[in-house]
């Protein structure tokens, strides 16, 4: 019984659920990977906050004048990365997700609906191809690994199944490949240029029973910008102003094309990284849109803050100073 009503449900929603505003939320691995150079042995902890305000409804480029959806995620991200040998390093990222959805009611009062869980993991094989003091240049490639949960209901009705962008997880095995470049002591002593490049190639998931095969467009991404170096006491801080490009494609209900999704963005990341000491580090990067063109309507981020805290073991050191 449960199960027919499940699916009358889904077939009776349907049409919400596919043509629907799809969010830019969903859990921000590809922007967390932290492909980054490491010293032969080097061992690095970080776990991240990550907060993402989605209240601007956007039709192409065009910022509509509705307000009355609102959507944050909150995601936890721990990362760690060790260098098995002196050109090679592995990384795996886990992350802990919630999203809220908000939406004012035309007859008054409001409709809240959420979904909270363990997202999906990361494992990425890492490659210092270069590394010298004018410059670094470090590849990467890995699998999204879908242990987070696709099939959360809505928390109300307890039947209705949540958009596959409310759902923690993707549900898929997507393939990453990245790359980053960074150019040391450009124009003056201590500013770098750093250019991270991402893509994930997608691939579709069996969700609700197999009642539905769901695929999210591939994902470009590039991160570039400028960061300097300063002393601040025994502190060194590291201030940047980066730019983030984002490009999706559209993503696909059955084999075919879902409507408001896929699109371009752009947006200015300001960020500081204090190196608290020789092993701990803290950090805080906000993002702010400058441009969207989206395909159709839909909801997308209005700010965005993330906040770290990372703790590296240097070569030279014991696992156990851990504990001291």
């Known amino acids: 019984m449960r199960i027919g009503l499940f699916i009358l449900a889904l077939l009776l929603s349907s049409n919400f659920l596919f043509s629907q505003a ?9 922007s967390n990977l932290g492909i980054q150079g490491l010293d032969d042995k080097q061992l690095e902890f970080q776990l991240s906050y990550d907060y993402n305000t989605q209240r601007a409804l956007v039709s192409g480029s065009q910022k509509l004048d509705d307000d009355r959806r609102d959507r944050n995620t909150h995601s936890v991200l721990l990362r760690m990365s060790y260098a098995f040998a002196p050109k090679f390093s592995l990384t795996g990222v886990f992350s802990f997700i919630r999203q809220e959805e908000v939406i004012d ?12 869980g363990i997202g999906d993991a990361v494992a990425l094989l890492q490659y210092r191809l270069m590394n010298s003091p004018k410059a670094s240049v470090v590849l990467a490639g890995g699998l999204t690994i879908p242990i987070g949960s696709t099939e959360r209901l809505d928390p109300v009705t307890k039947i209705t199944p949540l958009h596959p962008d409310m759902q923690p997880g993707q549900g898929a095995w997507d393939q990453l490949v990245g790359a980053n470049t960074v150019i040391y002591n450009v124009l003056k002593q201590g500013l770098s240029w750093t ?31 400028f960061a300097d170096s300063y002393f601040i006491g025994l502190w060194v801080v590291d201030p940047s102003i980066l730019f983030r490009y984002r490009s999706t494609a559209i993503d696909k209900v059955n084999g075919v094309n879902s409507a408001n999704t896929g699109g371009n963005w752009l947006h200015l990341m300001p960020g500081i990284d204090i190196h608290l000491n020789q092993n701990l580090g803290v950090g805080i990067t906000g993002e702010i849109p400058l441009y969207r063109d989206l395909r159709g309507t839909q909801l997308t981020t209005s700010s965005r803050i993330r906040i770290n805290l990372r703790y590296t073991i240097v070569p030279n050191q014991d696992l156990g100073l851990l504990n001291q």
Do not use: H, M, W
Request: with cysteine.
């Open 195 to 225: 250019s991270v490049l991402t893509y994930r190639l997608t691939s579709p998931a069996s969700r609700f029973n197999g009642a539905q095969e769901y695929e999210f467009g591939n994902e470009f991404q590039l991160i570039t910008g």
């Open 22 to 30: 799809c969010c830019s939320g969903g859990t921000p691995l590809s």
């Open 105 to 116: 009611n035309i007859a008054g009062g409001q409709t809240t609906t959420f979904a909270q």
